[in-house]
C-alpha cells in the first residue's frame, strides 16, 4: 500500500514563498514519478509540476515556470515543491500524486494512480 503525506500548506502575502512536502512510504521502490496538482474552489484540479523519481527530470505548468521548483529526496522518500513570487491566483489546496509508469509530460490527474490529501496554501494580497 502506498500513502502520500503533504505538509507546508499556510497562509502567506503575495511575493512570499512557502515550501510543500511530500512524504511517501509503502511501495515507493515502484515509483517512476511524482507530481504536484492544485484545485483552487470552484476549480478543476490541475497539474502543477513533475519529477521523474530517479533521473531528477522535471516539468512545469506555463503558470509556475521560474517560480515553482520541485525536488526530491530519494533518501527520505519525499518530494518537494518550492514555491517563491506567491500570487493570490496560486490559492488552492495542493496535492501531491504518484505513479509506476508513464510520461513526465502527462498532467491530467488521472495519469497518477496515488494521491494524498492535499495541503491548503491562501496566498493574500
Known amino acids: 500500500q502506498v500513502q502520500l503525506v503533504e505538509s507546508g500548506g499556510g497562509g502567506v502575502q503575495a511575493g512570499g514563498s512557502l515550501r510543500l512536502s511530500c512524504s511517501a512510504s509503502?511501495?515507493?521502490?515502484?515509483?517512476?514519478?511524482m507530481g504536484w496538482f492544485r484545485q483552487a474552489p470552484g476549480k478543476e484540479r490541475e497539474f502543477v509540476a513533475a519529477?521523474?523519481?530517479?533521473?531528477?527530470?522535471?516539468y512545469y505548468a506555463d503558470s509556475v515556470k521560474g517560480r515553482f521548483t520541485i525536488s526530491r529526496d530519494n533518501a527520505k522518500n519525499t518530494v518537494y515543491l518550492q514555491m517563491n513570487s506567491l500570487k493570490p491566483e496560486d490559492t488552492a489546496v495542493y496535492y501531491c500524486?504518484?505513479?509506476?509508469?508513464?510520461?513526465?509530460?502527462?498532467?491530467?490527474?488521472?495519469?497518477?494512480?496515488?494521491w494524498g490529501q492535499g495541503t491548503q496554501v491562501t496566498v493574500s494580497s
Open positions: 500524486a504518484a505513479d509506476e509508469s508513464g510520461s513526465l509530460y502527462a498532467t491530467r490527474p488521472r495519469a497518477y494512480n496515488y
Open positions: 509503502g511501495r515507493t521502490f515502484t515509483f517512476y514519478r
Open positions: 519529477i521523474i523519481w530517479s533521473g531528477g527530470n522535471t
